[in-house]
């Protein structure tokens, strides 16, 4: 038995050209909240910025500076902070104010709205990107690399490592119980991972073995690493954990974290609030 479509009926639109629509409504909406903006962009920034002054000195066997150690892997916080963080908080504010309820009682598939906050999410991680790039190229001195596969390898780094912090950041927005407690609950492990990760230490391979251990399971220590085989020369090496750039590893553990966040984001996701139950 064969449905026929009456002349005129209007197509629903697919879950994609919603999320397209949906991601522009997010854009307008982030870009409108200045202090927002101006947090978002200015916390990995400054950091740098700081922590780059502060840094000195020239390594062993290399022309790398502390600074140009240090920049690849801020611009690898720079991406966890714009995904993790920022869809974190605010889709439990989303969900804190009714916003969430309200899109799941709307004729929208579930997954445009998903789509949406994951391109606002990635158009904002590559606006900080730059901006982390040029800091380090202007003050630091960073040499950015003219070898098209190193650009290829920060391509697929780019997109696994802001994939995995995405949906990680969608599944720990259930964590928080409102929209005044996201900002807390998100920050807290931002920051003791960016620390045992080492983004704020250098060299990574100096830090104690147990925090190695434990920042080794983490997305954020293979994002850094893969950036950090773009930028810095393999005579840095020494300065690693292991004296290789592990591209396979970096790419094993990353798929493996997008893969665990989809599944997280399945199975822990709330369309309604505590309170609301």
Same mark, same amino acid.
């Given at each position: 038995?064969?449905t026929?479509?009456?002349?005129?009926?209007?197509?629903?639109?697919?879950?994609?050209?919603?999320?397209?629509?949906?991601? *522009?409504?997010?854009?307008?909406?982030?870009?409108?909240?200045r202090?927002?903006?101006?947090?978002?962009?200015?916390?990995?920034?400054?950091?740098?910025?700081?922590?780059?002054?502060?840094?000195?000195?020239?390594?062993?066997g290399?022309?790398?500076?502390?600074?140009?150690?240090l920049?690849?892997?801020?611009?690898?916080?720079?991406?966890?902070?714009? *995904?993790f963080?920022?869809?974190?908080?605010?889709?439990?504010?989303?969900?804190?104010?009714? *916003?969430l309820?309200?899109?799941?009682?709307?004729p929208?598939?579930?997954?445009?709205?998903?789509?949406?906050?994951?391109?606002?999410?990635?158009?904002?991680?590559?606006?900080?990107?730059v901006?982390l790039?040029?800091?380090?190229?202007?003050?630091?001195d960073?040499?950015?690399?003219?070898?098209?596969?190193?650009?290829?390898?920060?391509?697929?780094?780019?997109?696994?490592?802001?994939?995995?912090?995405?949906?990680?950041?969608?599944?720990?927005?259930?964590?928080?119980?409102?929209?005044?407690?996201?900002?807390?609950?998100?920050?807290?492990?931002?920051?003791?991972?960016a620390?045992?990760?080492?983004?704020?230490?250098?060299?990574?391979?100096?830090?104690?073995?147990?925090?190695?251990t434990?920042?080794?399971l983490?997305?954020?220590k293979?994002?850094a690493q893969?950036f950090?085989?773009?930028f810095?020369?393999?005579?840095?090496?020494?300065?690693?954990?292991?004296?290789?750039?592990?591209?396979?590893?970096?790419a094993?553990?990353l798929?493996?974290?997008?893969?665990?966040?989809?599944?997280?984001?399945?199975?822990?996701?709330r369309w309604?609030?505590r309170?609301?139950?």
């Amino acid at each position: 038995m064969t449905t026929t479509v009456r002349p005129g009926t209007p197509q629903r639109p697919s879950a994609v050209r919603l999320g397209l629509h949906r991601a *522009t409504i997010e854009l307008k909406g982030f870009f409108r909240e200045r202090d927002a903006v101006a947090f978002t962009f200015a916390m990995p920034a400054v950091i740098l910025a700081l922590l780059g002054s502060i840094f000195d000195g020239v390594y062993p066997g290399s022309d790398v500076t502390s600074a140009q150690y240090l920049a690849p892997s801020m611009i690898a916080a720079g991406v966890a902070s714009t *995904t993790f963080i920022n869809l974190g908080t605010g889709i439990a504010a989303d969900r804190d104010d009714g *916003t969430l309820r309200r899109l799941r009682g709307a004729p929208m598939p579930p997954s445009a709205y998903f789509i949406g906050k994951i391109l606002m999410a990635l158009v904002v991680t590559v606006g900080e990107t730059v901006l982390l790039l040029g800091i380090a190229v202007l003050a630091f001195d960073l040499s950015l690399p003219t070898d098209p596969v190193r650009w290829l390898t920060f391509g697929w780094v780019f997109l696994l490592g802001a994939t995995a912090c995405a949906l990680t950041g969608i599944a720990a927005s259930s964590l928080a119980g409102s929209a005044r407690s996201a900002g807390a609950v998100m920050n807290l492990p931002y920051l003791v991972l960016a620390f045992i990760s080492g983004v704020f230490y250098t060299p990574v391979g100096q830090l104690p073995e147990p925090l190695l251990t434990v920042g080794s399971l983490f997305p954020l220590k293979w994002m850094a690493q893969g950036f950090r085989s773009v930028f810095l020369p393999d005579s840095i090496l020494p300065q690693e954990v292991v004296p290789s750039w592990e591209p396979g590893r970096i790419a094993l553990v990353l798929a493996a974290w997008c893969i665990g966040g989809m599944v997280l984001c399945l199975t822990t996701f709330r369309w309604r609030g505590r309170r609301s139950r």
